[in-house]
């Protein structure tokens, strides 16, 4: 019989229509802090930029308000778009984190740009240089593990801060790219179902399979997947109709809030409009605790992973915090 899986949050500061964005960065440490007491493993921060819809464009930031918000779960970044970025900073930037709260940072990182072009060329002049990525990946690990060497431009410079302890460095991806880096270099690999809803158990086994012994010795995977759970059949439909519009909207580039389940209903279907939410369903595990727990379930099976990381973008911060606990409920986490 399978284990139950560590249940782990991903968090993208959603902002719902109607709602100032303080609001929604606030909701975000009320609900890491509620995550925590439910018995999350660890909880993640999204980076995005020039987005209506979320409200969090410095993961680093947050972390550190997130850790200092909570005790025992990890923080971390589900992630940071590296190639906008200096390796060397970024480096900086999560060794401090972990002298702050040694033990509990995440860096998960990713080569994604999180936004439009414009946007990503406002976000870094240079633009996203996502062909350097593997090796700013080499590069972070040799930071963290005081290995640069020699004929590398960083090798013999003084990395601060110098402590004994280091974060866990997590490969984010939905593409069998970041699966097969992440086996080349040893490090854990998070795929992101909820992106690409197909053939992911196939990078998965890839990158079991092909994993070499690096930053860990061991193969290590996740699964993030988008899941909202309500009590009853007509909450799960009211919450379905949100998240279709929604995803609509990102279909269409239409840069807009979070619909409320309000506008959601008001609105009205072309048969094109009705193609594009049923090719997006699949992403989304939407339902009652036993549906969706059942389906959460396979999903650990098909990905043999232990750890499963829950992205909740939902029409009302009750439904967000009510998936959460929903969650706890059907897979026994440990409260506190």
């Not at 976000?123 to 080499?138: A, C, E, M, N, Y």
């Not at 994993?211 to 309500?230: C, D, H, L, N, T």
Request: contains cysteine.
């Amino acid at each position: 019989m399978t284990r139950l899986p560590k249940l782990s949050i991903l968090d993208q500061t959603p902002v719902i229509s109607g709602q100032r964005v303080a609001d929604a960065i606030a909701a975000t440490v009320d609900f890491a802090q509620a995550a925590e007491a439910l018995g999350y493993y660890r909880y993640w921060c999204a980076e995005h930029h020039g987005a209506r819809s979320v409200a969090n464009p410095c993961p680093e930031v947050m972390i550190a308000r997130l850790a200092s918000a909570t005790q025992r779960m990890r923080i971390g970044s589900g992630g940071i778009m590296l190639p906008y970025y200096s390796s060397w900073k970024v480096a900086e930037q999560f060794l401090m984190l972990e002298a702050l709260f040694p033990g509990r940072i995440d860096l998960g990182i990713g080569r994604a740009p999180g936004t439009d072009q414009r946007t990503a060329r406002a976000v870094s002049p240079g633009g996203l240089r996502s062909d350097l990525f593997p090796q700013q990946v080499q590069e972070l690990i040799w930071l963290f593990t005081n290995t640069v060497p020699e004929g590398h431009a960083y090798h013999g410079l003084v990395m601060q801060p110098e402590i004994d302890t280091r974060p866990e460095l997590w490969m984010l991806g939905s593409s069998d790219f970041g699966g097969a880096l992440a086996a080349h270099v040893g490090i854990p690999f998070c795929f992101a179902q909820f992106i690409n809803a197909q053939h992911g158990d196939a990078v998965a086994k890839m990158y079991r399979d092909n994993f070499q012994p690096g930053y860990e010795s061991a193969p290590r995977s996740a699964v993030a997947i988008f899941a909202i759970v309500a009590d009853t059949e007509a909450e799960v439909a009211d919450l379905t109709a949100a998240v279709d519009l929604r995803r609509l909207f990102m279909a269409y580039g239409q840069n807009l809030p979070v619909p409320t389940i309000a506008e959601a209903k008001s609105v009205q279907y072309e048969e094109r409009d009705r193609q594009v939410i049923a090719n997006e369903r699949p992403r989304s595990i939407i339902g009652t605790p036993d549906q969706v727990a059942e389906r959460m379930l396979a999903l650990q099976e098909k990905f043999a992973t232990d750890e499963l990381i829950i992205l909740t973008v939902a029409p009302s911060v009750k439904a967000r915090l009510r998936t959460a606990e929903l969650l706890a409920q059907a897979f026994a986490l440990p409260q506190t």
